[in-house]
């Protein structure tokens, strides 16, 4: 049962990190979303984002972080998508800013990381 009360607490302090928006799903330009990201966080860990099969406002991207690795299907919308408790928005110059969702597993309580990516 703690366990399951744990997982909403964390969903709902994680609400934050979403803000909705009202705008429709738009084709992008695949060439400004293909390819590595890669930088830092405020933490010192570093990260990579691969993003790939960028067709409309779908994409396949592949996230790695200290020995973390996701894949997931993401939908673009407002130069930003999702994956996992990592939200990737597009920036100008070829960067990108990067926030993520970290839980502490011994206190329960989740702090977010920043970090800006550059293309490679």
Request: charged share 20%; aromatic share 10%.
């Amino acid at each position: 049962m703690g366990d399951i009360l744990s997982a909403i607490a964390t969903g709902y302090s994680q609400a934050g990190l979403l803000n909705p928006s009202r705008t429709p799903y738009k084709n992008v330009d695949p060439e400004a979303y293909k390819g590595t990201w890669s930088g830092t966080y405020s933490n010192t860990k570093k990260f990579a984002i691969t993003v790939s099969n960028v067709e409309g406002f779908r994409a396949q991207v592949k996230y790695q972080s200290e020995g973390t690795i996701k894949y997931q299907s993401v939908l673009i919308k407002d130069n930003s998508f999702r994956i996992g408790d990592t939200k990737f928005t597009l920036g100008s110059n070829g960067s990108a800013s990067i926030r993520t969702a970290v839980t502490d597993p011994v206190t329960n309580q989740v702090s977010l990381v920043q970090g800006t990516a550059k293309r490679s």
